[in-house]
């Protein structure tokens, strides 16, 4: 097999010329203009370089497209008020999710306004919505609001506010997935986590499988075998060939993968890892029709490239790159080790490589050895998506038994290997560009020993430059407030050299991985793994529900909370994760100090019994004293505590304005007590409180308070500088 590959030259140009072409051009004809002149310049230079420069301007020109398209949405968009409902129309791609409090439904796209918006979309259903039966549309009106993510929620109130559209027919492929997932749903209520199983596996819809199903996988890094992937598409089609080709149908093989390619994303939706996989093995089928056989290398390559050319927005999804990088590096790294003894260990630390920067740069986290789990694993799935597809056309019940003792072997598998699992400090983004860009070069420029030494070596670029990166940040040289951005809720860090503490941690009722995905990553980003106290102002959960995942995966001193309504389901979670980790919980009665140094950190209790919002009102008070310096740290009190603190608290430079800016909080009163330079509201980005509310801004503005908002301006750093404020907002790596 050829050790050349022609066509990574070519994808260079082109994934950087999509990458950047939104900075280089504003509409499709500049892009077109300087396409062509590219292309005039590489003529003189001979068909190579000809090729390299039309798959440039090829980037360019998709750029500008992708750009004009956005800038339509973002147009429609606009042009919604976002205090109104809005109706919105969004084909039923899976189905509905249960979590704590709420359903969720997903869509790759949907209508508003008469225009297509092609962002993901998630609607939210705080009642049991009806069951989807064959029907291909959801209609639904309610608050359209854009998330953290790119995408977009709808809020819907009531069941009155939605219904189904359309029915699929029964020609189409997703029907047909449809029709499976239904008569399985019957046997749910009996068999519900085997039932979820097989729906990952076979439908790939995940949507019932239980959270700590998930948590097991993730935690042994073989998540992505768990829902239907590339690893499906790729044994399918790889039993189609043998059988035929065993049969002596090598020609019937390869015109069979091609059909398999096209139908297997039809029938298990719009998922990305599907439709990759399934184009690869397009490619691969078409060149042998087309008896134009070529190496794996190149195929790689072409793939890669087709599918931005197919979807240019993947080339900033996570997915893609996980998918790319770990099958270039079994191609790069992999095979050439291979000619060892130990040919497994060698594809294993070939992945290893290639995706542990990439899962630590996109969540934070590793799972080293998950490749080894992954090759023991992949039979056990294999089995299981067979018995499954067994299950489906026969509903013999000892089916069910099998995948049952096959689910409890991986999880044992998962359990055994999640001592590799954590979380850690994200490489620097410049860090990810420079290694895996070298990568790339090194793969179009070198051959043999000396492009696998150099692919090796690029790669482990990002994971030293996070572990310097840690080390750089785990020290401060000046004491700061920090308010972290988690959106509407509060999360406040005091640092002091390398010592810190958390004052609350945000999160969401419906999101119970919120501490892992949001809270963790602001935290390890700043080189904390280490927290001295976590104080929990109350149990509220945008206060509340992220503190557990920190208390889990960080060393945390000690827990304070409240001597009052420390009760409900956020409460439970932040004892069981004390208890799992042995954590000590100090009942606070006003009056306990933590020092770290250069801060002197005292907890204010309120003495008098509320009748109105008592889980507000009896927030835990954080007064801390940095030199001649001071902050406030309010929770969520409201005007009845404010009066009792107005008499006990002193003035205060920087305060942490209570409730988020709520009108029911901040009076005249007590900013006359506290008499802060520097007010902030944390508070989330269009959040359907309306915090801050404008009378708290202009009550603030009157006395010439400087504000800071997260929802406006990120994570807020406070530093302490001597006698100087410093006051500058900071940008976060995606999470």
Request: hydrophobic residues 50%; contains cysteine; positive net charge.
């Amino acid at each position: 097999m050829r050790d050349d590959v022609p066509a990574a030259l070519p994808l260079i140009a082109f994934t950087a010329a999509l990458g950047f072409g939104p900075l280089l051009v504003s509409s499709r004809w500049a892009g077109l203009g300087i396409g062509l002149v590219a292309l005039l310049i590489a003529a003189r230079h001979g068909p190579r370089a000809a090729t390299i420069a039309g798959f440039a301007a090829l980037g360019l020109l998709i750029a500008a497209r992708e750009q004009t398209l956005r800038s339509t949405e973002r147009r429609i968009l606009a042009r919604l008020d976002q205090e109104r409902f809005v109706t919105i129309e969004a084909p039923l791609q899976r189905d509905w999710s249960a979590r704590p409090h709420v359903f969720v439904l997903g869509s790759s796209r949907f209508r508003v306004e008469g225009g297509e918006v092609r962002a993901p979309l998630a609607i939210y259903a705080r009642f049991l919505p009806p069951p989807i039966g064959m029907e291909a549309t959801i209609r639904a009106e309610g608050h359209l609001r854009p998330d953290r993510r790119g995408g977009y929620t709808l809020s819907l109130k009531s069941a009155r506010l939605m219904g189904y559209a359309g029915r699929l027919s029964l020609r189409s492929p997703a029907a047909w997935n449809r029709v499976i997932a239904n008569r399985l749903r019957e046997h749910a209520a009996a068999r519900a986590e085997e039932i979820a199983m097989i729906e990952a596996l076979l439908l790939g819809r995940g949507e019932r499988l239980s959270e700590q199903t998930k948590e097991d996988f993730k935690r042994g890094g073989t998540y992505h075998l768990l829902v239907f992937s590339g690893l499906q598409i790729s044994l399918a089609a790889g039993v189609i060939t043998m059988l035929l080709r065993w049969g002596g149908a090598a020609r019937a093989a390869d015109f069979s993968l091609l059909a398999f390619a096209l139908a297997a994303p039809a029938f298990v939706g719009p998922e990305a890892s599907v439709s990759r996989a399934s184009t690869a093995v397009a490619l691969y089928a078409l060149s042998r029709i087309a008896r134009r056989p070529t190496t794996f290398e190149n195929l790689w390559c072409v793939a890669a490239g087709a599918r931005l050319i197919l979807v240019p927005s993947d080339l900033f999804e996570p997915a893609f790159h996980l998918t790319y990088a770990g099958a270039g590096a079994l191609l790069f790294i992999g095979r050439p080790l291979a000619r060892t003894r130990l040919r497994w260990m060698a594809y294993a630390i070939a992945a290893e490589v290639a995706i542990a920067p990439l899962t630590l740069f996109h969540f934070h986290q590793y799972a080293l050895g998950g490749s080894v789990t992954t090759i023991l694993m992949t039979p056990l799935i294999f089995a299981m998506l067979v018995i499954g597809a067994l299950f489906s056309g026969t509903e013999l019940a000892f089916l069910l038994d099998l995948v049952r003792l096959l689910n409890a072997v991986c999880a044992l598998m998962n359990r055994a290997a999640s001592p590799g699992f954590g979380f850690f400090t994200a490489p620097p983004p410049a860090s990810i560009v420079a290694g895996f860009g070298a990568a790339v070069v090194a793969i179009a420029a070198l051959r043999g020993a000396a492009r696998t030494a150099a692919v090796m070596l690029a790669l482990l670029v990002p994971p030293a430059a996070a572990i310097a990166t840690y080390h750089r940040r785990a020290t401060v040289d000046a004491p700061r407030l920090v308010a972290l951005d988690v959106g509407q809720g509060d999360a406040l860090l005091v640092r002091s050299g390398r010592r810190a503490f958390l004052v609350d941690g945000g999160g969401r009722r419906d999101d119970v991985r919120f501490g892992e995905s949001v809270l963790l990553p602001l935290l390890l980003d700043r080189g904390v793994r280490r927290l001295e106290a976590v104080i929990l102002s109350h149990a509220h959960p945008d206060h509340c529900v992220g503190l557990a995942a920190a208390i889990r995966h960080l060393e945390v001193r000690e827990i304070w909370i409240s001597p009052r309504k420390f009760q409900g389901e956020c409460a439970h979670l932040l004892l069981d994760a004390a208890r799992e980790r042995f954590t000590p919980i100090r009942i606070l009665r006003g009056g306990e100090r933590l020092d770290l140094g250069e801060v002197t950190a005292e907890a204010v209790i309120t003495t008098m019994r509320f009748r109105r919002a008592p889980e507000n009102n009896h927030s835990v008070v954080v007064a801390a004293a940095i030199g001649r310096r001071s902050i406030l740290l309010t929770g969520d009190i409201e005007r009845d505590a404010e009066r009792e603190l107005a008499t006990i608290v002193s003035p205060a430079d920087v305060l942490k304005v209570p409730h988020h800016g709520s009108r029911s909080s901040t009076s005249p009163m007590f900013l006359d007590a506290v008499r802060p330079a520097v007010a902030i509201i944390s508070c989330g980005l269009h959040n359907f409180f309306g915090h801050p509310h404008p009378d708290v801004l202009a009550e603030l503005r009157r006395r010439r308070i400087r504000i800071w908002r997260t929802d406006l301006s990120g994570t807020i750093e406070v530093v302490f500088a001597g006698d100087r404020l410093e006051v500058r907002p900071e940008i976060d790596t995606p999470r």
